[in-house]
């Protein structure tokens, strides 16, 4: 998977299809499970990101719906079929996340790298390794922003 935080939010599967996130409120908790991946993410945080003091009595029962949406979107709608992604836990949800599938990640990492390489007195291979995170961060621009 590669998902995308920089930028518009976004998922592609192994294939590089885009995968459709579904309407405003399914995409919020879909970010807020992707900014904490690997992580558990409570239901009570899940309704606090979509309602904040107004949720309505059946928050719970909304949530558990576009969970049960996203695990169909990520899930079966990649090339990996039934492979699990979301995992529920006690009181919330982890989206289990593959090093590097983040494109934040994959920036961070490559400037990290960029920078060992200058300390290490490499300026070429620096300047290629920021030059790809450079890359990552144009790419990312090139979309509205949008939940």
């Known amino acids: 998977m590669d998902y995308r935080i920089l930028g518009p939010l976004a998922v592609d599967d192994e294939q590089r299809r885009a995968i459709q996130l579904g309407g405003r409120q399914q995409r919020l908790v879909f970010a807020a499970l992707l900014l904490h991946r690997n992580a558990v993410v409570s239901v009570d945080r899940l309704i606090d990101v979509l309602w904040g003091e107004r949720a309505p009595t059946n928050a719970v029962k909304n949530i558990q719906v576009h969970l049960s949406r996203l695990r169909k979107t990520l899930e079966f709608g990649g090339s990996e079929p039934e492979k699990e992604i979301v995992r529920t836990r006690a009181n919330g949800y982890v989206l289990e996340v593959a090093p590097g599938e983040v494109n934040a990640d994959r920036f961070e990492r490559l400037v990290d790298d960029g920078r060992r390489?200058?300390?290490?007195?490499?300026?070429e291979h620096a300047g290629t390794l920021l030059?790809?995170?450079?890359?990552?961060?144009?790419?990312?621009?090139?979309?509205?922003?949008r939940l």
Not at 117 to 123: C, E, G, R, T, V
Not at 131 to 145: I, K, V
């Open 117 to 123: 390489a200058l300390a290490a007195a490499d300026p």
């Open 131 to 145: 030059q790809g995170a450079l890359a990552l961060l144009a790419r990312a621009a090139t979309g509205r922003f």
